[in-house]
């Protein structure tokens, strides 16, 4: 097959598996938050496809879902794909991981995929990328946070403290709150075991962990708002709304509110979703994390400001190809050959 400009061929298909991917993002924090800073910048200038994803819901499994996130990514990486990631959180009483993925790969001039790479550590870095950026972003121009409350302790809140931590973020304190007492057990020991000078502090109840943290990461399976006092949050803290659903519409109206993009986190009942259909409009959106990065919008004192990603498919493209590229250079790409068998149009 031939274009005018260039002989173009099937890009070989390659298996990338969760423990090369983990080789090749393990230490390099700050070149994944700078990857994920670039291309939120050019995501905000138009350089990418990001629809909306699609949620695979299933009647007799309410509390499960599989998602699609479709995207394409310009800039340098120019790779399109998609990034199918399912959540079953019965499964953690099981001993398994809530949370599981695969990133697809399509070669930007024949479409062809190219590669698919386990993704659950891929998803779970960016969207720990994600946060360290804006921690930092956010707090620029008010006081630099030394109390950090995790309010869920998952893998992603592992994962954001490992990004915070290796983005030169460090603590006097480290509040720690989970429904499973076994789950804020394990996070602590994950936090002494992590070489951290903080105190470490299990909260039992979530109003004392609000109250105690000057940043406060949200990392739940909530499916609706179960934190409604705003009085928790008179000292104004930053909050990273990773899980999107903790917080009450009331709160959201009485702080500074950044977005990842409004489009996407307008939609599927989250706490902005539902701040916007009780107020009918969306003023109470100061703008996106590009907007504050780029200088069009200044975050507003003397409130808190609340950070609401909905997480974006071009991110995990950005991280997935970085990750190819990576394992590629080092000779170690796992090609499965003849995946593509039928490439003859007439036999």
């Known amino acids: 097959m031939t274009t005018t400009s260039r002989q173009i061929t099937v890009p070989p298909f390659a298996v990338i598996s969760g423990a090369q991917v983990q080789r090749a993002l393990h230490g390099r924090e700050k070149q994944i938050t700078d990857l994920i800073e670039a291309t939120y910048r050019l995501h905000g200038a138009g350089d990418s496809v990001n629809p909306p994803s699609y949620f695979l819901r299933f009647p007799d499994r309410p509390s499960s879902r599989i998602i699609a996130l479709p995207a394409s ?56 990328a994600s946060a360290a950026l804006a921690a930092d972003r956010l707090s620029r121009g008010r006081p630099r946070p030394t109390r950090v409350g995790f309010f869920g302790t998952g893998l992603i809140a592992r994962y954001i403290h490992t990004f915070l931590a290796g983005t030169d973020w460090s ?108 107020t009918g409009g969306r003023d109470f959106v100061h703008g996106t994390l590009d907007d504050v990065m780029c200088g069009r919008t200044k975050v507003p004192a003397g409130r808190p400001v609340i950070f609401s990603p909905f997480g974006l498919g071009v991110l995990d493209l950005a991280v997935g190809k970085y990750v190819y590229d990576a394992i590629a250079d080092s000779g170690e790409l796992h090609i499965i050959d003849d995946f593509f068998h039928e490439l003859r149009r007439y036999g």
Request: net charge negative.
């Open 73 to 128: 990514l310009g800039g340098p990486a120019r790779v399109d794909g998609m990034k199918w990631i399912s959540s079953f959180p019965q499964n953690v009483a099981a001993g398994v991981p809530r949370a599981s993925a695969v990133l697809i790969l399509n070669d930007h001039d024949t479409g062809y995929p190219f590669a698919c790479l386990e993704s659950s550590v891929i998803s779970a870095s960016r969207t720990a």
């Open 171 to 278: 603590f006097d304190r480290i509040g720690v709150h989970d429904l499973s007492p076994e789950s804020a057990a394990g996070f602590r020991t994950y936090l002494e075991q992590s070489g951290t000078t903080a105190g470490i502090t299990v909260h039992d109840h979530a109003e004392q962990l609000v109250r105690n943290s000057d940043l406060i990461v949200f990392a739940t399976i909530a499916g609706q708002p179960h934190v409604t006092d705003l009085s928790w949050f008179d000292h104004n803290p930053l909050v990273l709304h990773i899980s999107l659903r903790d917080l009450a519409p009331e709160i959201l109206l009485a702080s500074a509110n950044i977005l990842d993009d409004v489009e996407h986190c307008l939609k599927a009942d989250t706490s902005p979703h539902l701040a916007e259909q009780l």
